[in-house]
């Protein structure tokens, strides 16, 4: 089943959580059921939910000194364009230290500029 298909089949509470799971771009389990104002039982089958049809990533973890999830969007529902020039990804991705006067800064801002146009 595709995401599209997945997400067609998702109650108002599940669409709504994942909605608040998309926009935050992550939060733990335990602040996921106070924003929707709904139980945990509730808020936690949400999760399992969304986890089970691929649409979020659930991870054990440790907050505020109880053990929880921590709830984010699949990778899939991430949007790389603002990184992209063209076929070109920035060059400042993964490094440490960033040189605006490289070469591949240059060919990527011109790839951005031959965009525009």
Known sequence: M???EAEADLSDDERAGLELIRETGGIHQSDFWKELDIT???GSRIAERLFSLDLINREETV???HNTYYLEPTARDLD???LMAGDMLSPFIGEEEINANSNAFSQWLMN???EEY
């Open 112 to 114: 951005l500029a031959y």
């Open 80 to 82: 790389f364009s603002m």
């Open 40 to 42: 945990s039982r509730k």
């Open 63 to 65: 907050y505020n000194g």
């Open 2 to 4: 595709s995401a599209g």
